[in-house]
């Protein structure tokens, strides 16, 4: 989140890692590498915490 | 230092990946000093820095970071330096913000934390050249006028531009002393935030800044409740009914900070940065091909094979040198102190052996950190760690362990420094604790000794170059568990998520590399190199005292026909073996004996202790046939062959039976056998508790797994 991935951000799947995780993902003009667990972690973070707001990571 | 005392202190702070230490390495030149913050493993870099009016400035480097959200040791010194909370650090009059400026929102976000603080502060936008060239636009002046006027500044530390306008900006800023506005909440989480505050002063009576209130509100896993002193009871209902507070707004009381920040800056920045073409092209283009499916991981050996063999291959040269050098010296002082034996052992065994015994590491050191400073520099070691975070991540290490595990297996002490390019604490100190496994090339005399005196004579080639591959895999074997059990166990550090920037791609500056390679090897003389000196001392003095004159007498009288040649190795034997060291191993041998070590190799193994080849000489010297035995002298694998015991249930059987090499090379495998190492890991962790346990840890598993290979195979294959 403080790396800018915002709700509402549009963001990118640039490729995966050659083993599948993690993942490397694009937005707001950057790359950055995240592990599945956490992108996961994401979806679960949005249905159960609070509906109005959309995914964050970390 | 002769420079007079600086007039004020600066601090520079920004986000990883922003040119921010190529920036303060144009600032400060060579005045630097390098050291650690007290109680951490923070490195603290400060240097001097003219301002051009004659006012001088302590610069200090504080470590690269996202957020203010105190979660690693890293982020922890950033928030106490700013807020004047370490003891002995001056408040910094002028904060400088180093932001990447083709990327000025992320950036920002950690500015607008920052403006909580209340100090003056100047804006560096650096890396405009490759702004420019990606044809982005920045009106600084509408920046400054929306930032409370602060100095905003272009510049490319890397190309040297816009340096100077940096040193004026931060005189001007102290002049000045302008504020970043604060950002400004809500209502109801500003409300929280007073809620917050007030409880804490009612509990504690300490009175937290409104900074620490943020981190308290929005964090996690903030170590502030604990250092305030704030009771778990009062402190988890208050801190639960702030966050409710903030979610009745309609906030997620834990993405509120960054979407008001954020909300905040893109305002700001509304007609300041005019877009280019957006995200350079180049390094999407090399991106295709390094991280390619294929052949990313093809190339991505490529380098690290490069990187090892340099380390394994190339140092060689120079710790020849070094060795040559030093032995060169022992030529030229010995004869000197012929009259005076016992001086002239200490000169050259004790002395010039100790200072021999850290500078020999230097070439590794310096060759190891000259790549990782080109791997980092450029970009590539977040695609390497993107690379292999998979392999590692199962067992609580991540993508970042592999280069020091890598070099492990040349050597464990740059493997120890290079675990600082790991961010996440965890993952370091287990990365860290797990290095000293890897079967190093200081093992691999051990492994040719045993190997070529009795599994290649006695089962043929073919087993000799299968055990020689299957001790190189046994620390590799339980290095894994190890790692696993530690992360998960025993380390009660909060996991961190593994979230990795991956950055443009930069060619490295020469300067930055050649300062990082000295700056490793200057540390490591100055802290592990007094440690390993003093090791090698106690280690001369142990096996050179008592010494009794009349043992060489004895020794001629008891073989009056013998060559001067064998009545000087038999001297040496009867004199380790009458020394304290000798004494010792005696006295210990029946702690070995399950791993069937005889008295001998117990001194071996304990005069190993400090440098585990050291077994390969003091075999030499207690099997009678002279110092300076190699791994391949026939002498020694003869004697050895010869030896057998002499007391006991195993009266007359070989010592050295295929059970005791084995257990021999396992012991050798997975003990602590390094004072370097030990002095390292304690320098490297800030203290001598992992340092102890690993030394402890090793030993204890090294021991019981020799006792069970020993007992093993002594009974599946009798000695004949």
New interface residues.
């Given amino acids: 989140?403080?790396?800018?991935l915002?709700?509402g951000m549009s963001l990118k799947l640039?490729?995966?890692?050659?083993?599948?995780?993690?993942l490397?993902i694009?937005f707001?003009?950057?790359?950055?590498?995240?592990?599945l667990t956490?992108a996961e972690s994401l979806i679960v973070d949005v249905a159960a915490?609070?509906p109005?707001?959309r995914p964050?990571?970390? | 230092m002769s420079d007079p005392a600086p007039n004020l202190a600066v601090a520079l702070v920004g986000n990883p990946n922003t040119g921010k230490s190529t920036l303060f390495n144009a600032l400060t030149g060579l005045r630097q000093r390098v050291g650690n913050y007290p109680g951490v493993t923070v490195a603290r870099k400060s240097g001097l820095c003219d301002l051009g009016d004659g006012r001088k400035v302590e610069l200090v480097d504080l470590p690269g970071l996202?957020?203010l959200?105190a979660a690693s040791p890293d982020e922890q010194v950033v928030t106490d330096a700013l807020a004047g909370k370490i003891a002995g650090e001056r408040v910094p009059d002028v904060i400088v913000l180093v932001a990447d400026a083709?990327?000025l929102?992320?950036n920002l976000?950690?500015a607008s934390q920052l403006a909580e603080l209340g100090r003056p502060a100047v804006l560096v936008l650096n890396q405009a050249d490759v702004a420019r060239e990606q044809g982005l636009r920045i009106d600084t002046a509408q920046l400054s006028a929306r930032l409370g006027g602060i100095p905003v500044v272009l510049a490319s530390a890397w190309k040297g531009e816009g340096v100077a306008d940096v040193r004026r900006a931060i005189a001007r800023a102290a002049d000045e002393r302008r504020l970043l506005p604060p950002v400004v909440w809500p209502a109801n989480i500003a409300a929280a935030l007073a809620e917050l505050t007030r409880a804490v002063a009612a509990d504690t009576g300490s009175a937290v800044s409104s900074a620490e209130a943020q981190r308290l509100l929005f964090d996690t896993n903030a170590t502030l409740p604990e250092r305030l002193g704030w009771d778990k009871e009062r402190r988890d209902p208050a801190i639960r009914a702030a966050r409710e507070q903030v979610?009745r707004s309609?906030?997620?009381p834990?993405?509120a900070e960054?979407?008001v920040h954020?909300e905040r800056l893109r305002k700001a920045l509304e007609d300041v940065v005019t877009e280019g073409t957006?995200?350079a092209g180049r390094t999407a283009a090399v991106?295709r091909l390094l991280?390619h499916?294929?052949l990313?991981?093809i190339l991505f050996l490529g380098i690290m094979l490069g990187m090892f063999a340099s380390v394994f291959w190339l140092a060689k040269f120079p710790m020849g040198w070094i060795q040559a050098g030093v032995d060169a010296l022992k030529g030229v002082v010995g004869p000197s102190l012929d009259a005076t034996p016992m001086l002239q052992s200490l000169v050259t065994d004790g002395l010039l052996g100790g200072v021999g015994a850290f500078l020999v590491f230097l070439p590794q050191i310096l060759i190891l950190f000259l790549f990782v400073g080109l791997l980092e520099d450029s970009g590539y070691m977040?695609r390497a760690?993107?690379?292999m975070?998979?392999?590692f991540?199962w067992c609580g290490l991540n993508g970042k362990s592999f280069v020091p595990m890598l070099s492990g297996f040349a050597c464990a002490i740059p493997g120890l420094l290079s675990t600082r390019t790991i961010e996440d604490p965890k993952a370091r100190l287990a990365t860290a604790f797990v290095v000293p496994f890897m079967s190093c090339s200081a093992r691999f005399p051990v492994y040719a000794l045993m190997c070529a005196a009795f599994i290649g004579p006695l089962y043929g080639p073919g087993w000799e170059s299968a055990v020689m591959v299957g001790m190189h895999c046994v620390g590799l074997l339980f290095a894994v568990p190890t790692a696993f059990v530690l992360t998960r166990l025993v380390l009660k550090v909060k996991p961190q998520?593994?979230?990795?920037?991956?950055p443009r791609y930069q060619l490295p500056k020469p300067r930055d590399v050649l300062w990082r390679m000295w700056q490793n090897a200057a540390e490591f003389i100055s802290k592990a190199g007094t440690v390993i000196f003093a090791i090698t001392l106690i280690v001369w003095a142990l096996s050179y005292f008592p010494r009794d004159p009349g043992v060489a007498d004895r020794v001629r009288a008891a073989e009056p026909t013998a060559s001067a040649e064998v009545l000087a190795a038999r001297t040496q034997a009867a004199y380790i073996e009458q020394s304290w060291m000798g004494r010792f191993g005696k006295a210990v041998q029946p702690v070995f004996d399950p791993c069937g070590f005889d008295w001998k190799i117990t001194v071996g193994v304990l005069a190993s202790f400090p440098a585990r080849e050291v077994i390969v000489s003091t075999l030499g010297v207690t099997y009678s046939v002279g110092e300076g035995a190699e791994a391949d002298s026939g002498h020694l694998q003869q004697a050895m062959r010869d030896a057998k015991w002499s007391a006991g249930p195993r009266a007359g059987t070989p010592i050295f039976s295929l059970a005791a090499v084995l257990a021999l090379m396992v012991f050798f495998a997975l003990c602590s056998q390094c004072g370097p190492t030990v002095a390292t890991l304690a320098q490297e962790t800030g203290g001598w508790r992992w340092a102890v346990g690993s030394f402890l840890y090793m030993t204890a598993l090294a021991w019981i797994v020799a006792a069970l290979v020993y007992q093993l195979v002594s009974r599946l294959a009798p000695p004949a």
């Fill in positions: 989140m403080a790396l800018g915002l709700p640039v490729r995966k890692a050659p083993l599948g995780d993690p490397a694009e707001a003009g950057q790359v950055v590498s995240l592990r956490e915490d609070c109005i707001q964050r990571p970390s | 996202y957020s959200a083709t990327n929102l992320r976000f950690l979610r309609g906030y997620n834990l993405a960054p979407l954020y957006g995200r991106d991280l499916r294929v990313g991981p977040a760690a993107f690379i975070d998979r392999l991540s998520p593994f979230v990795l920037e991956l």
